[in-house]
């Protein structure tokens, strides 16, 4: 089993839906689970963490962990097309990260 | 804003080169790392370093150096560049901090082919 597992998709969407992201892992001493957004031909770039089980959220985002179940989601509201990128999760002890290996999502206008 | 820099976006090298890839930053973060990213397996850790003259190994070091000799800037070699090591290079680094959890910042990466 992997450390970390995403589907990779391509996921598409239409303007404005609601998108769904997960991602699971299996070290359960991970206690911060980070969401970063890569643009193609980018780095990747830090969107938003969360700290043990529980909801963030952050304007269109909102991250969700649940970690009985080791599991981590990432909800975008209302979808742009400039949401258009691979999302990695990095859950992790704080100093150390694991990365997922991304889910490419794709809004269409 | 921190920044991450990495001195080239595009590489071309020839199989057996010696191959030199550079990442500095700019907000003297303790913390650096090298990451190579394939389609598929997603960022796998190459080496990593919490201070000036330490490294460690990640999860695939094999065919690969690293040195950092100041604490900005921390180089990946290719000892003996192969056609397999042909991949998008990251360089990240972080703060280490006992609370606070800033993350990684990335550079752009250096796309490696090797020939």
């Known amino acids: 089993q992997k450390e970390v597992e995403q589907d990779p998709g391509p996921l598409s969407v239409p303007e404005g839906a609601i998108v769904s992201l997960n991602c699971t892992y299996s070290?359960?001493?991970?206690?911060?689970f980070m969401w970063y957004r890569q643009y193609s031909r980018k780095g990747p770039e830090l969107l938003m963490y969360?700290?043990?089980?529980g909801n963030k959220e952050d304007g269109r985002f909102t991250a969700q962990v649940d970690k009985s179940s080791k599991y981590i989601s990432l909800f975008i509201r209302d979808s742009q097309p400039s949401d258009s990128a691979t999302y990695l999760c990095?859950?992790?002890?704080?100093?150390?990260?694991?990365f997922g290996p991304g889910t490419r999502l794709s809004v269409l206008p | 804003d921190v920044k991450v820099t990495q001195s080239s976006r595009y590489l071309v090298k020839r199989t057996g080169e010696k191959v030199f890839l550079e990442c500095v930053q700019d907000?003297?973060?303790?913390?650096m790392f090298w990451y190579r990213q394939d389609p598929g397996l997603g960022l796998r850790l190459i080496y990593f370093?919490?201070?000036?003259?330490?490294?460690e190994k990640g999860d695939i070091p094999e065919g690969y150096s690293v040195s950092r000799e100041k604490k900005e800037r921390f180089s990946l070699i290719l000892e003996s560049a192969s056609t397999n090591q042909t991949s998008m290079y990251l360089c990240?680094?972080?703060?280490?901090?006992?609370?606070?959890?800033?993350?990684?910042?990335f550079g752009s990466g250096t796309r490696l082919t090797v020939v």
């Open positions: 070290n359960s001493a991970f206690q911060y």
């Open positions: 907000m003297d973060h303790e913390n």
């Open positions: 990240a680094s972080s703060l280490r901090s006992e609370g606070w959890v800033e993350g990684y910042t």
């Open positions: 969360t700290y043990s089980s």
């Open positions: 990095a859950p992790g002890d704080g100093q150390n990260f694991v």
């Open positions: 370093s919490y201070d000036v003259k330490m490294k």
